[in-house]
């Protein structure tokens, strides 16, 4: 199974302000998928993180609230952009091994103050 | 769209006993489905998956059932522990990438 390292596990941050959550991979994967997760509620996909060409973005998330890098096949960042109280959430990046079974970082509990 | 709901949001039982977690979706043109299990304010853990063609899968004292034609999956927890205390989300996978998830279920087990 893949081992996904997330950082930061959890931060408060002010409102106007950004946060960058990284994510490294123990293997390489062609794909990674950046999730959030909105108290009490399931996982929303964010966005696709391809290695060497841009992000693919869900309706609803714009690339200019959410910035991802993918530099190589093991690492990808999410950036959280002028945040605001209901950006509180927690994000999760996750991954595809065999392009079936999905795994997923221990998350980033962020709270916006 | 898929839509995967499950059933119940909560549940609450004594340490020692069965018991069973659903999980239904509207389109039977999955791939896969896959339980996974989240403690509070954490990532997910995969338990269980089972491709489309299989029936079953089982690790532990965990068993996921699956049938596809009805749209239905459940999660079988034998022996409950306190340990096993949780939320459990269900997923399905559907063209390439896409995974749809359930709301979960809150699993309290009372020593």
């Known amino acids: 199974s893949a081992v996904i390292s997330q950082k930061p596990s959890r931060d408060i941050c002010q409102r106007g302000t950004s946060l960058t959550i990284q994510c490294q991979v123990d293997s390489q994967v062609t794909m990674m998928f950046w999730y959030r997760q909105q108290p009490g509620q399931s996982l929303t996909l964010i966005a696709t993180?391809?290695?060497?060409?841009?992000?693919?973005?869900e309706s609803g998330f714009v690339i200019d609230k959410f910035p991802i890098s993918r530099p190589n096949l093991t690492f990808s960042t999410l950036t959280v952009s002028n945040m605001s109280p209901e950006d509180s959430s927690i994000y999760l990046c996750s991954v595809l091994q065999g392009s079936t079974e999905a795994f997923f970082g221990q998350g980033t509990r962020l709270t916006v103050v | 769209k898929q839509e995967v709901t499950q059933i119940p949001a909560a549940l609450s039982v004594p340490e020692g006993e069965n018991l069973v977690l659903n999980c239904s979706f509207t389109d039977s043109a999955i791939y896969n489905l896959q339980w996974f299990r989240q403690d509070p304010g954490k990532g997910l853990t995969s338990l269980l998956l089972i491709q489309s063609s299989q029936r079953e899968q089982t690790s532990g004292r965990l068993n996921a059932s699956l049938d596809k034609s009805s749209g239905r999956s459940t999660l079988y927890i034998a022996a409950s522990q306190p340990g096993d205390s949780a939320t459990y989300l269900c997923?399905?996978?559907?063209?390439?990438?896409?995974?749809?998830f359930g709301t979960g279920t809150r699993l309290t087990v009372i020593p």
């Open positions: 993180a391809n290695q060497g060409s841009e992000a693919t973005y």
């Open positions: 997923a399905v996978k559907t063209g390439a990438n896409n995974l749809f």
